[in-house]
């Protein structure tokens, strides 16, 4: 439980080799558990992970959004 959250609260002072299986973990089950609902036809597994890569993009979409607007804000104040 301890690693888990020291994981989660300091990614940088932890080895490149954890980060990236943790990464991993975190695309390949999605998209796994994603062709499995696909192909089984099971609605209410399609309908969750639906749910999840919505939520997924829009936070993608969030994110970038306010990276830009970072950038913008600061290209823009020290010009005026």
């Not at 990236?20 to 609605?43: D, H, M, Q, W």
């Not at 997924?56 to 020290?78: G, K, M, P, R, V």
Request: glycine letters at 4%.
């Amino acid at each position: 439980m301890q690693m888990g959250l020291k994981l989660l609260l300091s990614p940088l002072n932890t080895n490149v080799i954890v980060r990236t299986a943790c990464c991993s973990v975190g695309i390949v089950l999605p998209v796994y558990s994603t062709f499995k609902a696909i192909e089984t036809g099971n609605r209410n597994e399609q309908h969750k992970w639906l749910l999840y890569w919505a939520g997924d993009d829009a936070f993608q979409n969030f994110t970038n959004f306010f990276c830009f607007a970072n950038l913008e804000i600061a290209f823009f104040s020290t010009r005026y």
